[in-house]
């Protein structure tokens, strides 16, 4: 599975967490979710690394048993045995981890969601995006238990219902993979990204029609999200309408140009035309985002020049 199908299955709004002090923190927040919304990713990564090491200082009423902490044990451990109560701290890290993960850095991503949970384990959010990474990994079943640790911590979490759906499916439980994608539909009826979500899974198993109808639906929804575009792309491009699926794709990638997958498919859509040069320049974008995918790609073309000999 590529990077870009998992950072739109785990794809949402940062997290607004606000404290009652110091007021530095929470204009810091504010102004890193307005970073972060606005497609800012690196102020946005500084506002929240900001956040963590404000917020992720011992409290006035705990330093005494700081020092008596720091007197017996080594840095690292120190801040292990640290626990945080300022929801601040989490939500940041949640954030952060968000952004490293769309911009490729999925180890950084991993380690923040990873240290979301350690010092605010009562979060979802955090069992969520830690197990779109997961999914990333291939590491299905603890993706799996992540996701279902976020939906008993918090029943109503459409995003955590979609990710056990791209879990489940990845690990060949289909039946149990639809429940939770209709499962999502009734917690959100009105959000496009569970129908393109949907219509990806459908995708996938070869009801064309099914996911074509799910596609339309997200598009009258939210026509402003680049995850219907790839999805109803890569529907265009595996019923070889070339040009249809290039259209698609030049829009999710006007909307997004951090998901390495809308360029690797308009790449190959280019290739099939006999458009090499354009689709040379998609190919290197893509690689750029996400260097893991060269082999896969170079894979791809040699399929499709063999196709058209």
């Known amino acids: 599975m590529s990077k ?11 997290l607004s967490v606000f404290g009652q002090s110091p007021q530095k923190v929470n204009d810091l927040m504010e102004r890193g979710l307005r970073a972060h919304k606005n497609g800012n990713y690196t102020a946005a990564i500084a506002d929240y690394s900001e956040v963590i090491e404000l917020t992720s200082m011992p409290a006035a009423t705990r330093k005494q048993k700081y020092r008596e902490i720091a007197e017996t044990l080594d840095e690292k451990t120190q801040r292990e045995r640290i626990r945080l109560i300022d929801p601040r701290t989490a939500a940041a890290y949640v954030n952060r981890g968000n952004l490293y ?16 949970v350690r010092v605010s384990p009562g979060l979802s959010e955090a069992y969520a995006c830690r197990g779109g990474i997961l999914i990333f990994r291939r590491e299905y079943e603890r993706a799996i238990n992540d996701y279902r640790h976020a939906i008993k911590l918090a029943p109503n979490l459409t995003k955590a219902h979609v990710g056990l759906a791209i879990a489940l499916l990845e690990n060949g439980e289909r039946k149990n993979a639809f429940a939770e994608f209709d499962a999502a539909v009734v917690l959100a009826p009105h959000s496009g990204e569970v129908f393109y979500r949907r219509g990806d899974g459908k995708r ?51 909307l997004s140009p951090y998901i390495s997958e809308s360029f690797t498919i308009r790449g190959y859509a280019l290739t099939y035309l006999g458009r090499d040069a354009e689709a040379e320049m998609d190919f290197k974008r893509a690689i750029e985002i996400l260097p893991g995918l060269k082999t896969e790609i170079e894979a791809g073309v040699r399929r499709i020049k063999a196709i058209q000999k």
């Open 101 to 116: 993960f769309l911009l490729g850095r999925s180890d950084e991503a991993l380690d923040d969601y990873e240290n979301a």
């Open 204 to 254: 996938k198993v070869g009801d064309l029609g099914g996911a074509s109808l799910d596609y339309e639906i997200a598009m009258k929804l939210d026509p402003s999200d680049p995850g219907v575009h790839l999805g109803r792309g890569q529907l265009r491009y595996h019923q070889h309408d070339f040009d249809g699926a290039i259209k698609d794709l030049t829009r999710a990638i006007e």
């Open 4 to 14: 870009s199908v998992v950072s739109l299955a785990i794809l949402f709004l940062p």
